[in-house]
Structures are given as structure tokens and as C-alpha cells.
């Protein structure tokens, strides 16, 4: 009897012993998760910020600390390109637009306002407009000529455009002619084209000012381009030759400006209007060397242009001593 009560009482306290064990056993994984938050808290918090953090719950009250920023090295020298700006309320949209008579599309880029120096010297401001990426081709010329757009029998409005005479000889000089620009035009055609294009799409096309064709053509840039950035955008003297003479070339095969503009050097030089509202051909043309195929190219209209016409009175349309004028347009808003 004895002996079964000194058995049953150890087999109790194994049993209360085997307990404690379990208890303390459940309750160390729960201290051992509160030290290893403990360690994850900054011991330091004045310590370098960038300094990596170890992943896990953040403690009440404790201070997050921003994350580095990168910043950006230093520019690199040579000419910047001025980043297209973001579109925003009231910035202008550029659109493209059927030449009436033709399959041809005149595409137009807005152009930022600006404050640039006039070719006097003297300082201009220039509100936003819209460019022609390219000159204006033959395609688009000839339906202004020869009234493409229109039926026979239809007149044309009074007063609302003159159209030129028909030319006596190939004006293209056998460069090309769809898709190449117009050459060998007056002062005076390409204005009375705006006045045709104008009237017939309804919106306000004309020639660019002087101060208005530097900024464009500029395209964002502060300088002239370099020699290897003249060749990618321009043909002039050095590379404008096919079939061993000097000519124009398809518009729009060239590198673009920052404004989206080709051909805004060489190729065909450009009727801009001058101070004094004459015509002054900027850019520089095909035949052109490099020096004078420029930003600051500018060559007066000179009845030179036009000396060998045989016909009396000479044309006040085409120039006979002109195969490098040619011309873009502007758009008002």
C-alpha cells in the first residue's frame, strides 16, 4: 500500500514537470520575436541616412527616414536642343491640312513664343505660330498655277488672289518636280500662294517675318550647327550633287530641327518677309557652301534674279537667274 502511494505521487510530479516544460517551451519563440524587433530599431537615430534598414515592422512612434534621391550629373558641353515642352492649356496644336487640288499634305508645327535678335541687331518678340515642316513642293505649286482645285468653268473669287502667268520653260531646271520643292519663284508668287491657300482652306497662311524664321529654324538650338549636324540636315554644295550637278532634293529627307522643321538650311533658300516688308531669301540654298548655307544667311531681293528673262516686261512670277528661291509657310492661330 505504501509502495502504490510513493508510485502514484512521482508519476504526479513527472507529470507537472512534463507541463512546465510545454509552458515554457510555447512562451520562448514570442521572446525571442520581441528581442529581434528590438534589434531591427535604429540603436543610433542620428546615424547616416543612407545607411540600408532592415526589413520588418517599424515601432510605434519611430521616425521613417526618406529614401536618397539621385540626382544628375552635370550637363555636357556643346549645343543644347531645347525638349519639346510639354502640351498644356492654351499651347498651340500642331495639324496637318489637304492642299486643295492636290494629295499632297502640309504638315504644321507649333512654334513657342520668343525674344530673338533681328538681323539689324535689335531685339524682337515673336508670338507662337505655326511652321510648315517643308518647303513647299511643286506638287502643291502647280495646283496654285494651274487652278487645280477648281473646275474650268469656275472663276475665282475677285480680289482675293492673282495666279501666275504659266511658265515659258521648265522651272524645275530637270531637278525633279513631286515632292521637291518649288524653285525659281518671285517674291510676289510665293505671297499671292498664302493668299490662294488661305482662301481656299480658310485658315490665315503667309510668309514668315524675318525674326519669325531665325526662331524657327533655330529650332530651340542658341548656335549653328556644327559641320557633322549641317550635313545631317542640309544639302548644300558639298553633297547636293546628282548626276554630277548641283540640285535640290526631295523635302523632308534630312534631319529635322528641334521644332520638327526640314530643309530649313539648303536646299531651296526661303522668301521671308524684311523690315521694311520686302522679300529677303534666308538660309541658303543648294548651291551653297557651307559658310553661307547659315542661320544667318540673308540675301535682299535683287532683280539679278531675274536679268537673263527674255520677256518684255520681264515676269514679276518666275526667275530665270533664280533656281535656288523657294519658300515655306506660316500659319496664324
Given at each position: ?12 510530479a513527472f ?6 516544460c510545454?509552458t515554457?517551451c510555447e512562451?520562448q ?5 520581441s ?12 546615424r547616416?541616412?543612407?545607411a540600408p534598414v532592415a ?10 527616414t526618406p ?14 536642343v ?7 492649356q492654351?499651347?498651340?496644336a500642331?495639324f496637318?491640312?489637304l492642299?486643295?487640288g ?7 508645327a507649333?512654334i ?8 539689324d541687331g ?5 508670338a507662337?505660330?505655326?511652321?510648315a ?6 506638287d ?22 492673282a495666279?501666275?502667268?504659266?511658265p ?11 515632292g ?8 510676289r ?9 488661305s482662301?481656299r ?6 510668309l ?26 542640309t544639302w ?7 548626276r554630277?550637278r548641283?540640285?535640290?532634293h ?26 521694311e516688308g520686302?522679300?529677303?531669301?534666308r ?6 557652301p557651307?559658310?553661307?548655307a ?21 515676269s514679276?512670277?518666275w526667275?530665270a537667274?533664280?533656281p535656288?528661291?523657294?519658300f515655306?509657310?506660316?500659319c496664324?492661330?
Amino acid at each position: 500500500m505504501r509502495h502504490k502511494t510513493t508510485l502514484t505521487a512521482r508519476n504526479t510530479a513527472f507529470l507537472a514537470l512534463a507541463a512546465a516544460c510545454v509552458t515554457a517551451c510555447e512562451t520562448q519563440p514570442a521572446k525571442d520575436e520581441s528581442a529581434a524587433r528590438a534589434v531591427e530599431a535604429p540603436a543610433n537615430p542620428s546615424r547616416d541616412a543612407r545607411a540600408p534598414v532592415a526589413a520588418g515592422p517599424v515601432p510605434p512612434g519611430a521616425a521613417l527616414t526618406p529614401a536618397p534621391v539621385e540626382r544628375a550629373g552635370p550637363t555636357p558641353p556643346g549645343p543644347q536642343v531645347a525638349a519639346p515642352a510639354a502640351p498644356t492649356q492654351g499651347m498651340l496644336a500642331g495639324f496637318e491640312i489637304l492642299v486643295p487640288g492636290t494629295t499632297a499634305k502640309l504638315v504644321l508645327a507649333p512654334i513657342p513664343a520668343a525674344e530673338v535678335q533681328a538681323a539689324d541687331g535689335t531685339r524682337a518678340s515673336v508670338a507662337p505660330f505655326l511652321a510648315a515642316t517643308t518647303e513647299i513642293t511643286w506638287d502643291m505649286y502647280d495646283a496654285f498655277v494651274f487652278a487645280m482645285e477648281r473646275a474650268e468653268t469656275e472663276k475665282d473669287p475677285p480680289d482675293a488672289f492673282a495666279r501666275p502667268s504659266k511658265p515659258y520653260i521648265l522651272m524645275d531646271r530637270g531637278f525633279g518636280h513631286a515632292g521637291y520643292p518649288v524653285i525659281s519663284v518671285s517674291f510676289r508668287g510665293a505671297t499671292q500662294f498664302c493668299r490662294w491657300l488661305s482662301n481656299r482652306t480658310g485658315k490665315h497662311f503667309r510668309l514668315p517675318t524675318e525674326a519669325e524664321w531665325t526662331h524657327a529654324a533655330r529650332g530651340g538650338i542658341a548656335t549653328d550647327p556644327d559641320a557633322a549636324a549641317l550635313d545631317a540636315s542640309t544639302w548644300y554644295q558639298p553633297n547636293s550633287k546628282t548626276r554630277g550637278r548641283l540640285s535640290t532634293h526631295p523635302v523632308g529627307k534630312k534631319a529635322a530641327n528641334g521644332y520638327g522643321l526640314h530643309d530649313v538650311l539648303g536646299n531651296a533658300a526661303e522668301w521671308t518677309v524684311g523690315a521694311e516688308g520686302k522679300g529677303v531669301l534666308r538660309g541658303g540654298s543648294f548651291k551653297d557652301p557651307a559658310e553661307k548655307a547659315a542661320l544667318s544667311a540673308r540675301l535682299p531681293d535683287d532683280p539679278a534674279f531675274n536679268a537673263t528673262d527674255p520677256q518684255i516686261p520681264k515676269s514679276v512670277w518666275w526667275l530665270a537667274d533664280g533656281p535656288f528661291a523657294g519658300f515655306r509657310v506660316v500659319c496664324d492661330p
